[in-house]
């Protein structure tokens, strides 16, 4: 069964640290109007984990620098169409 309060409390905290660090760098893009630095961030229920696709690609070391911020265990998911992606198991 799914917990959903904890998967939209992990993704408060994942939101909050993205804006926070990648905002505090300039990396913010401009997405519909308005500064986010996130392009999609949703729960994935056939792999029980949190996805998350910024608006924006990083340098291996930008990479680094924000998996080590977040709440919760990350990993590199690779690059979408529109950002590098990260993957976290709840």
Same mark, same amino acid.
């Given at each position: 069964?799914?917990?959903?309060?904890? *998967? #939209?409390?992990?993704?408060?905290?994942? /939101?909050?640290?993205?804006?926070?660090?990648?905002? =505090?760098?300039?990396f913010a893009a401009l997405t519909?109007?308005?500064?986010?630095? *996130? #392009?999609?961030?949703?729960?994935?229920? /056939?792999?029980?984990?949190?996805?998350?696709?910024? =608006?924006?690609?990083?340098?291996?070391?930008?990479?680094?620098?924000?998996?080590?911020?977040?709440?919760?265990?990350?990993?590199?998911?690779?690059?979408?169409?529109?950002?590098?992606?990260?993957?976290?198991?709840?």
């Amino acid at each position: 069964m799914t917990d959903f309060d904890t *998967i #939209w409390r992990t993704q408060d905290e994942i /939101r909050t640290v993205v804006n926070a660090v990648l905002g =505090a760098l300039g990396f913010a893009a401009l997405t519909e109007g308005t500064q986010e630095c *996130i #392009w999609n961030l949703s729960y994935n229920d /056939r792999r029980m984990a949190i996805e998350l696709e910024l =608006a924006k690609y990083l340098e291996e070391e930008e990479v680094n620098m924000l998996i080590n911020q977040f709440p919760v265990t990350a990993d590199y998911d690779g690059v979408g169409s529109k950002g590098t992606k990260f993957v976290f198991y709840v």
